[in-house]
């Protein structure tokens, strides 16, 4: 297969086949609780953008280096990667408070929530741990493979967080029966979009 | 059984964590930003659920601005006096206790007082219904009734009844200013507590035309101004404003008024059990 081909596929089946919160329902907490308004779910999705990437390279470091060779990856990924991303988050936290206030402005009140987001530490195992991942393209990634999954999935986060920001704020103007308002009602927008997302499966073969 | 791989294990756990823990002490020291521990200390004392009702962004600014000295110490008006009082302890000044206001809408007018000119059928806000033509009434100062002001109230003190009529539970208010910020007509005016007579039309319309368009408009007629002793009422373009430091609260005004535009309300003191107001306080 053509390298850039094969980039490609691994890119739009973390962004929009297997997408993270529409398909797979994982991190449905930030989903519901962070899509009120447009401006917090782009600041949302670009920390998460941010963080994911950051916990995936450290995450794939560790397991390549650390966890493999010592044969006691199987049972403590999970505990390592939480590690992993729990002391990344309060690094990167001090570090832009410190280098660029404006940036921690935007972005810290997100921060603090994306140290126990589940999306995270998914994206972080499928990329580096063999045999978790749904693409039926690769078994084991590469560090850049990893990235480039990665990014996919962070983006299809994003995306997926603001089209479902943007109408329920189309909605909050809306005459809506007062019993659907807000949650119950965000509810049934997920599931519609899940169903459009659901029409993407077996596209290119993946 | 090979006890290596648990060794292992701890080893493999263990020294990550003991990195982790070095890269996170060395760069909390090495990234320290330099606050004011006071800005930490006010942010313990104030109620910190980030409620938006002292107008700033969230508890952290408002903390902020407190011990920059741009706020005072009653900063969060939701935590009320005990709050101010543990502020105030920790930025080290004796307390000077601001009056918090109520808010008063100013108009009377429900369907039934009003004329209106067109039937609004658009979005339910107010700022929606101000935009196209003004709205439903046929006065252009006036309430529009659709609610904003109820939707932006953090604490649900304003009601709004069948009648359009807007009534605010001057025991519930904390006085936060939201709902005068979010009403497109600045109808909403946060006076002092304490003031019982208040004056509940925002007409600018001259006398003909107010008394026309709405039965409980003021006509600026100007005999509350003649009457009141303590010059505290006069007519500015049309409509009567009390000046609330002169006003003496004798009522004189109140009688002579012939569209009872100027009413009397409960004033409203500190403690729930010694005010039991109803929510028809205007």
């Known amino acids: 297969m053509n390298e850039v081909y094969r980039y490609f596929l691994i890119f739009l089946g973390a962004l929009l086949i297997y997408n993270i919160l529409l398909i797979r329902f994982i991190a449905l907490c930030p989903l519901m609780g962070v899509s009120t308004q447009v401006e917090t779910s782009i600041g949302m999705a670009m920390s998460v953008l941010f963080v994911m990437t950051m916990a995936t390279t450290v995450s794939w470091v560790a397991w390549n280096y650390v966890l493999e060779p010592l044969h006691v990856g199987e049972f403590l990924y999970i505990p390592v990667f939480i590690l992993i991303i729990a002391a990344l988050v309060q690094f990167v936290e001090m570090f832009i408070k410190r280098s660029s206030p404006p940036l921690y402005r935007a972005m810290g009140i997100y921060l603090p929530l994306i140290?126990?987001?589940?999306?995270?530490?998914?994206?972080?195992?499928?990329?580096?741990?063999?045999?978790?991942?749904?693409?039926?393209?690769?078994?084991?990634?590469?560090?850049?493979?990893?990235?480039?999954?990665?990014?996919?999935?962070?983006?299809?986060?994003?995306?997926?967080?603001?089209?479902?920001?943007?109408?329920?704020?189309?909605?909050?103007?809306?005459?809506?029966?007062?019993?659907?308002?807000?949650?119950?009602?965000?509810?049934?927008?997920?599931?519609?979009?899940s169903l459009a997302f659901m029409g993407f499966a077996n596209l290119l073969g993946l | 059984m090979d006890w290596s791989i648990v060794w292992k294990a701890i080893l493999a756990l263990a020294g990550?964590?003991?990195?982790?823990?070095?890269?996170?002490?060395?760069?909390?020291?090495?990234?320290?930003?330099?606050?004011?521990?006071?800005?930490?200390?006010?942010?313990?004392?104030?109620?910190g659920s980030n409620?938006?009702?002292?107008?700033?962004?969230?508890?952290?600014?408002?903390?902020?601005?407190?011990?920059?000295?741009?706020?005072?110490?009653?900063?969060?008006?939701?935590?009320?006096?005990?709050?101010?009082?543990?502020?105030?302890?920790?930025?080290?000044?004796?307390?000077?206790?601001?009056?918090?206001?109520?808010?008063?809408v100013h108009c009377k007018g429900g369907l039934?007082?009003?004329?209106?000119?067109?039937?609004?059928?658009?979005?339910?806000?107010?700022?929606?219904?101000?935009?196209?033509?003004?709205?439903?009434?046929?006065?252009?100062?006036?309430?529009?009734?659709?609610?904003?002001?109820?939707?932006?109230c953090p604490v649900n003190a304003i009601i709004i009844d069948p009648e359009h009529r807007r009534w605010v539970d001057r025991e519930r208010c904390t006085g936060c200013g939201l709902c005068a910020e979010a009403c497109p007509r600045g109808l909403i005016?946060?006076?002092?507590?304490?003031q019982e007579v208040l004056v509940v039309c925002n007409s600018g319309d001259k006398g003909g035309r107010a008394k026309r368009i709405c039965s409980v408009a003021c006509t600026g007629c100007k005999k509350c101004?003649?009457?009141?002793?303590?010059?505290?009422?006069?007519?500015?373009?049309?409509?009567?404003?009390?000046?609330?430091?002169?006003?003496?609260?004798?009522?004189?005004?109140?009688?002579v008024c012939p569209t009872d535009v100027i009413v009397r309300v409960v004033p409203v003191k500190g403690s729930k059990k010694q005010q039991p107001v109803s929510a028809r306080d205007l």
Not at chain 1, 132 to 159: C, D, Q, R, W
Not at chain 2, 225 to 251: P, Q, S
Request: charged share 20%; net charge negative.
């Open chain 1, 115 to 193: 140290t126990t987001n589940c999306a995270v530490l998914a994206a972080a195992t499928e990329a580096v741990k063999p045999g978790f991942l749904k693409l039926n393209i690769a078994y084991h990634f590469s560090l850049p493979e990893a990235l480039v999954y990665t990014i996919g999935v962070a983006l299809g986060f994003g995306v997926v967080i603001i089209v479902f920001a943007c109408i329920r704020e189309r909605l909050e103007t809306s005459p809506v029966p007062h019993a659907f308002r807000g949650t119950p009602l965000a509810f049934i927008i997920a599931a519609i979009l």
């Open chain 2, 51 to 104: 409620c938006g009702a002292c107008g700033y962004p969230g508890c952290q600014p408002a903390a902020e601005a407190v011990v920059a000295g741009t706020a005072p110490v009653d900063v969060c008006v939701a935590g009320g006096r005990a709050v101010a009082e543990a502020v105030a302890r920790v930025m080290g000044i004796s307390l000077e206790m601001r009056e918090r206001g109520v808010a008063l």
């Open chain 2, 189 to 194: 005016e946060i006076v002092p507590r304490h």
């Open chain 2, 16 to 47: 990550l964590a003991f990195l982790f823990g070095v890269l996170l002490a060395v760069a909390s020291t090495r990234f320290q930003v330099e606050t004011d521990p006071r800005v930490d200390e006010v942010m313990g004392a104030i109620l």
């Open chain 2, 225 to 255: 101004e003649k009457v009141c002793e303590a010059d505290a009422i006069h007519v500015e373009d049309n409509l009567a404003r009390i000046d609330y430091e002169k006003c003496t609260a004798c009522g004189d005004c109140i009688e």
């Open chain 2, 112 to 152: 039934s007082e009003s004329v209106p000119k067109a039937l609004y059928q658009g979005i339910s806000s107010c700022a929606a219904a101000d935009k196209i033509a003004g709205g439903g009434k046929a006065c252009s100062y006036g309430c529009l009734g659709l609610g904003t002001c109820k939707d932006t």
